[in-house]
């Protein structure tokens, strides 16, 4: 997993409400006690009792196989980060996204490239996203990636 080699104490989570989502920490939490909290004016960021959920292989599939859907949080808690994300969202993104590539390749790093569509599916390309499928695929997990 060193493509998303991020924070293993802490995940994020994407939620979903009133036509707005997004992505939070995963805490383990005392339900009852928290709408206690809430129906008092309480809010999840003033909720004390929780817990952040660390990143597991269980999390981890629940991702790949579509149950979850997840994000890291890159910037380790010793400050260094080893990773970076970028989007391209425009209409040149098609040669946007090879032209970075190619770029950061003449550094000497080894970039995947993950193109994303608007439906549940993904098409993934690269060798280390394959090498990285090919890794949980053989593995004792259990789990099937989907893509």
């Not at 409400?17 to 206690?36: L, T, V």
């Not at 550094?107 to 549940?120: A, D, R, V």
């Not at 394959?130 to 099937?144: D, E, I, V, Y």
Request: proline share 4%; net charge positive.
């Amino acid at each position: 997993m060193e493509i998303f080699s991020g924070r293993r104490d802490v995940y994020a989570r994407r939620w979903e409400k009133n036509d707005k989502n997004g992505y939070s920490p995963a805490y383990q939490f005392s339900w009852s006690e928290f709408m206690e909290h809430k129906k008092n004016g309480g809010t999840m960021a003033s909720f004390t009792n929780k817990t952040t959920l660390p990143i597991t292989m269980e999390t981890v599939c629940n991702h790949l196989e579509g149950r979850d859907s997840l994000g890291i949080y890159p910037l380790r808690a010793d400050g260094n980060c080893h990773l970076i994300v970028v989007d391209f969202d425009k209409s040149t993104w098609k040669v946007d996204a090879p032209a970075f590539v190619t770029k950061t390749q003449t550094y000497g790093l080894n970039p995947s490239l993950e193109i994303l569509k608007i439906s549940n599916h993904t098409q993934i390309n690269g060798n280390t996203w394959k090498a990285f499928l090919g890794l949980l695929q053989n593995s004792s997990t259990g789990c099937t990636p989907s893509y």
